[in-house]
């Protein structure tokens, strides 16, 4: 069983940035490639980016090519993921996830933090 727990959440101004961050707990002996998604209220959870196992393949979403940029290193075990040129519309709870291979759907992961509130003002 693969814990994930997600910090760096918080409240930032219109244009800002934050980084988030994933942590996996438990059997941590298999690397998984890992996504992020985001659920803003009365929404659905929607893709955000994924990066494979390695590190040497990501992918994004449209609405935040260009702004967030997810990166790991697999020495420390961390998933990070960086926000910058925020924008009211990226408010929302995410969610960082495992699985096998990077997906854009949701359901292809086993393994899901308990999310961190992202906040932007405008």
């Known amino acids: 069983q693969v814990q994930l727990v997600e910090s760096g959440g918080g409240l930032v101004q219109a244009g800002g940035s934050l980084r988030l961050s994933c942590v996996p707990s438990g059997r941590t002996g298999i690397i998984y490639a890992v996504g992020w998604f985001r659920q803003a209220p009365g929404k659905e959870r929607e893709f955000v980016t994924y990066i494979n196992r390695s590190g040497d393949s990501t992918f994004y979403a449209d609405s935040v090519k260009g702004r967030f940029t997810v990166s790991r290193d697999n020495a420390k075990k961390m998933v990070y993921l960086q926000m910058n040129s925020l924008k009211p519309e990226d408010t929302a709870v995410y969610y960082c996830?495992?699985?096998?291979?990077?997906?854009?759907?949701?359901?292809?992961?086993?393994?899901w933090g308990q999310g961190t509130q992202v906040t932007v003002s405008s």
């Open positions: 996830a495992a699985a096998p291979s990077g997906e854009v759907t949701s359901t292809l992961y086993r393994y």
